[in-house]
């Protein structure tokens, strides 16, 4: 197996495939040798499942994955890294890769297609500038998703692991709390990556909830609420959701009053119940 953590044989491979970085779709490469195998272990546990990588890069990840789960397929949108991938991943017969914009295959059909019935993680370094819309792709896919362990930067690890009702919360803890349970696990400092980014990173695992932690009479109506409610961090919750929904202030504030909350409350005050309570009354009402 190619040690692909090792700063001098990424060069050789690279320059001999005339590869150059491309900032632009987050190509920052893991070089500390640590790192890929605690995440693969922490995503496929005991090896009765396969996985899902998004971004191999040039296959650190994807080998431990190969170790570990019953199948890989990772999914790579940058055509140039294809040669080096067969080259890298040459000795394993359970990867496939799949040359693809993530963000524009539907995950459902997907998982029919290449996996019909076996229950999937998913394990990335992810690129940096599609974090959020990657996780939530995968999170409201309805899909058989058993969990997420991937890299982000930190300030977003902690955001998407806040919990709800604390200062840190945003729309996205609120949104990744409903699907999933949040765990931070380790810190990756900057100096593991080639080219070094600006800021650390953290791995996180979104282990999938079998049932959402709350009922909702309209969840579509929920998530608008949420990102109405903390769309203007140092307002009221009252003040962003009436502008964010278009609706009356004083029928949201009737709603807040009527969902036993203080009219004045911030967002990030609000628990998963008491925003599923004020859906419930806006609903209702608006
Ligand atoms: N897994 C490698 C590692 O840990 O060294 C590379 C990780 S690098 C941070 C992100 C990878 O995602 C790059 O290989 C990049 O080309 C790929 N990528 C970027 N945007 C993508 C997208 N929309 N769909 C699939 N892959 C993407």
Redesign the pocket.
Known sequence: MKELWDIKIIREILERHRFNF?KS??????VNRNI?PAMAQEAVENGEVSAI??????G??TQELALRAKKVLA????TR?LPVLDETLAQFDNVEILN????KLDIPSLIEEKFSGEDVVVC?????Y?TSPVIMHFLESKSRIKSLTVMVQKEAADRLCAEVGSREAGAVSVAVNYYAEAQKLFNVSKGSFYPQPKVDSAVIKLTMRREPPVEIKDEKLFFRVVKAAFSQRRKTAANGISSGLGADKSEVVAAIEESGLDPNVRAEKLTMEQLARLTDCIKDRI
């Open positions: 491309s779709l987050g190509q920052n490469f893991l890929c990588e998004i971004g191999p890069g040039i650190i990840l999914v790579e949108i940058d890294l693809a914009d993530i963000l990335a370094n992810l690129p940096y599609i």
